[in-house]
């Protein structure tokens, strides 16, 4: 059953006690120094009864993680009837019930290592999930894009506080609705697929945003998501590039203050935005910004 949106935007809680830790080192000229580092903690997902994977995570919105993992790797359907997402925090395990009985035995006996941060594991058939599949026409107007990257790079963040995690955004124009973050970037998708599935949310006048590498399953997920747009900080694999041109996805990478390249679904984009107005990143800002690449 669909549930009603909670109030939005949904943004990371930087102040939680529970995301992060403070740790007592050395610095390089051997002064003690206190860093706030991210944690990280086993979660496992179950779906009716039957143990499907491990994943490693920060351990925030649980239940997007394990709705989004599932609806992703295709063992939830569009309009399949959840009655139920239990979370143990002491068993640190998800349980997702449906209404219909699921067997996917041979799926899980068939796994993908992804590229993704964390070690990322796809069931089955990479490519199955999106095989035949055309993304809805949509515009992305420059102006929103510059727009969406001024908020998301001041938005308070794990990021910011303890840096080590990757950021995924739900935007809408140049409005920033859902902002997750965990340790693989996959993780952070899996949490907006998993809003989504949750609250009925449609993908196609949506932006997705990744601190992350536009790889062949950033596509993949975006595109399964039904979100017509992908944009990145971050560079781009050609594997990547294909996909978006056979689905027809706008992929978005390098932006970067006045900045940005795209390298397919260019012509959603509409040149809108004075450049003038658009502030250039700082010298540091970027270099950390290549390494990341």
Known sequence: MTEPLPPLPILPDPE??????????LDQLGQPVELRVVEERPLTIWLNGREIVTAMTIGDHPDYLALGFL????????????????????????????????????KLSRKTRTSGCAVGTVFGD??????????PAAEVRTSWLYALARQINTLPSLYLAAG??????????????VYMEDVGRHNAVDKIAGFMFRHGVEGTDKILYTTGRLTSEMV??????????LASRSGFTGWGVEIAGQVGLTLIGRMRGQRFTCLAGAERLVFDADLASVPE?????????????
Do not use: W
């Open 16 to 25: 939680a006690v529970s995301l992060t830790r403070a740790v007592t080192g």
């Open 71 to 106: 609806r992703n790797q295709g063992m939830l359907k569009p309009g399949e009837v959840v009655t139920g997402v239990d979370f143990d925090a002491e068993a640190e395990a998800v349980v997702v019930r449906t209404a219909t009985q699921t067997d996917y035995e041979d």
């Open 126 to 135: 990479l490519m199955e999930g999106i095989a035949g599949l055309k993304l």
């Open 164 to 177: 080590a995690i990757h950021g995924t955004v739900l935007c809408q124009k140049d409005r920033v609705l």
């Open 220 to 229: 993949i997920k975006c595109a399964q998501m039904g979100i017509p747009v």
């Open 281 to 293: 990143e700082d010298r540091k800002h970027r270099r950390k910004s290549a390494a990341d690449d």
